[in-house]
């Protein structure tokens, strides 16, 4: 028999390709892209898999209940309608988030509010009480959306943002997002198939989703709680044997994960999280300026990082990019190096011609990843060894 139903994943602008990829490759069914999400279909331990491994997920939400709407009076009848018993009891409490691009309704706050009267009125009469709303903490959050004349009513699956992998305890300015992070090392290739670097770590995001990119460690391990998880029908022990499956899938990785930043303070706050992530055998930070170092590894090394953009610390932009560029070509060779920056005019003075530009959007600034490849000695030396 078929238990599969259509589900969501929510994710950031760009990353659609990426998600549907990991999606097939956990086994999921009919994946369609769509904009900063992808839809697919799947059973119940399928929902509870999404959410603990995928890595550029940010919500996994559950459609019930689709109807064309055009004003208040028809919204609350259809909300009022639907047998919200089977998700919701007297005693759990529930949310509601709305998003609404119509032009028949103007405020989302409005349109949660009219869906929660919807729905304790039908409490009311069915049973003479009313389940409570919690909006920070609730047992089940609802999740509605409504685009022109269509009203898609579904069941938040994951609770907080999936970003929010449960390592990461310690921060510095504008750490830079766990999807995000993902994100960007899987545009950049990384598969753990050589060593990796992060000269300018910050509290150590790229290190440790690198970590557990390069061991197949499940994205959200670390989390303490998934929305499902406060769900009438949840099966504990069907989630218990889907972790345990997941974790059999990990492999070793063989080569070596370094962060370096010159700031003592994110050096321990980096060791922290890795910490608290279960990977320090797999990862190593220093205390080092990036414009005072070199390889250190032989063969190829994967460099990914997240520099400064001008907003984050007072710097001179121009010198900062421009020595980005000559540490590379001095000390680096054999290298692949990718870096996110929004400073797009600062790219200029690195003086390397990107072989690749990729448009991200770092929460809400447009930004590009850029990727500068570093040869064993010149191009020009390269081509005449082949000769």
Not at 25 to 53: H, I, P, W
Not at 59 to 65: A, G, M, Q
Not at 364 to 372: C, F, G, I, M, N
């Amino acid at each position: 028999m078929n238990n599969n139903f259509k589900m969501v994943a929510k994710t950031l602008f760009g990353f659609e390709p990426l998600l549907a990829q990991e999606l097939r490759k956990l086994g999921a069914g009919n994946v369609q892209e769509g904009t900063r999400s992808v839809s697919f279909e799947g059973d119940t331990g399928f929902m509870y898999k999404a959410n603990l491994c995928l890595r550029t997920a940010i919500k996994i939400i559950k459609p019930i209940h689709s109807f064309p709407v055009c004003n208040e009076n028809q919204l609350y009848r259809e909300i009022y309608n639907m047998s919200w018993a089977e998700y919701l009891s007297l005693d759990t409490s529930f949310a509601i988030d709305a998003t609404v691009n119509s032009d028949h309704f103007s405020h989302s706050l409005y349109v949660s509010q009219k869906v929660k009267d919807a729905i304790v009125d039908k409490f009311r009469k069915t049973d003479g009480a009313r389940p409570d709303v919690d909006v920070k903490f609730p047992d089940l959050r609802i999740n509605i959306h409504i685009y022109k004349e269509h009203c898609n009513v579904s069941l938040d699956s994951s609770g907080r943002s999936l970003h929010q992998r449960g390592y990461r305890t310690a921060t510095n300015i504008a750490p830079i997002n766990e999807v995000l992070a993902a994100g960007l090392l899987l545009l950049s290739g990384w598969d753990g198939q050589c060593d990796f670097l992060d000269p300018m770590c910050g509290s150590g995001t790229f290190l440790t989703e690198a970590a557990m990119i390069a061991c197949n460690i499940p994205a959200n391990i670390n989390r303490k709680e998934f929305a499902f998880e406060k769900w009438e029908d949840f099966d504990q022990e069907l989630f218990e044997k889907i972790i345990a499956v997941s974790l059999k899938k990990t492999r070793e990785f063989s080569h070596t994960i370094i962060g370096y930043d010159k700031a003592p303070s994110a050096v321990r706050k980096a060791q922290d999280n890795i910490e608290n992530a279960n990977l320090t055998d797999y990862i190593t930070v220093s205390r080092k300026n990036f414009f005072k170092t070199e390889k250190e590894v032989d063969g190829p090394l994967h460099m990914v990082f997240n520099p400064p953009y001008g907003e984050r610390l007072n710097l001179d932009m121009e010198d900062f990019y421009a020595s980005i560029g000559d540490t590379l070509k001095q000390a680096y060779p054999g290298t692949e190096a990718w870096f996110i920056t929004s400073n797009l005019e600062a790219l200029k003075y690195v003086g390397l011609r990107p072989s690749r530009k990729i448009k991200v959007f770092n929460s809400h600034l447009e930004s590009r990843l850029v990727k500068y490849v570093m040869y064993e000695g010149s191009k020009k030396a390269k081509y005449q060894d082949q000769k």
